[in-house]
């Protein structure tokens, strides 16, 4: 939720990519680099990859500008990987353009205590999800299922700009995803000299969004750029 909340008095796409960095500094905090590999497979979420039991943007039956917040939260106790006992809502949040949304946050099962998705609804509607990959997905498996992405931009991991994050963006499809290096700089100092990107970077968030949230020009406050290609081909 701080991630969120700090980004209160950024404007339109500034404060998401404020967001977006804070809510990455939660995750590594949290240990989510160190998940161990559970017993059982129930309890990770790799529904973006399987795509069951429904393909993104939906989530387990839910869907930007269609679900409601009672969906989610009903959703949310039936799901194996979810703790079930860190699920917490915050109603009046400022976020995106948004005054008066609301937040649910909820933890992973394994490990506990670590944040695995956050969820945002305004008038009782969902509007984004944020959610935790917990798995190895290389960006390569990413575009296998979704094509390339329209464009990416990248920011420092960090508000004093230290490591980077990147976000991948395919608007029509209503989705991003995210990858973060909270030790260095390189992926981004590369981007900005035009360097392709490696088929194997690991990918860290996936963001499914309403028609309006997806289709927002973040392009004239961020540093977006076409889609490189991948290093080598």
């Not at 695995?116 to 990959?133: A, N, W």
């Not at 990147?166 to 209503?174: A, N």
Request: aromatic share 10%; with cysteine; charged share 20%.
């Amino acid at each position: 939720m701080t991630k969120f909340m700090t980004g209160n008095k950024n404007k339109s796409f500034l404060r998401l990519c404020i967001i977006q960095a804070f809510l990455g500094l939660t995750f590594v905090i949290s240990g989510c680099d160190t998940t161990p590999t559970p017993s059982d497979p129930r309890l990770i979420d790799r529904s973006f990859i399987t795509r069951q039991p429904c393909a993104a943007p939906c989530w387990y039956g839910l869907e930007p500008d269609q679900s409601s917040e009672t969906d989610v939260l009903a959703k949310l106790k039936e799901l194996p990987f979810v703790d079930h006992t860190k699920i917490r809502e915050d109603k009046n949040a400022s976020i995106f353009d948004y005054t008066n949304a609301s937040v649910i946050s909820f933890g992973c099962a394994i490990p506990g205590g670590n944040t695995c998705g956050t969820v945002v609804s305004v008038k009782g509607i969902v509007k984004y999800f944020d959610l935790t990959i917990q798995y190895p997905l290389p960006l390569q498996s990413v575009i296998d299922q979704l094509g390339s992405p329209e464009y990416l931009f990248y920011t420092g991991y960090f508000p004093d700009g230290g490591g980077c994050r990147i976000s991948l963006s395919w608007p029509q499809k209503r989705i991003s995803v995210v990858s973060d290096d909270p030790n260095s700089t390189q992926l981004c100092t590369d981007l900005a000299l035009g360097k392709a990107v490696n088929s194997g970077l690991q990918i860290t968030e996936v963001h499914y969004e309403s028609k309006e949230i997806a289709l927002r020009d973040v392009c004239n406050q961020l540093k977006c750029i076409p889609w490189p290609g991948f290093s080598g081909k």
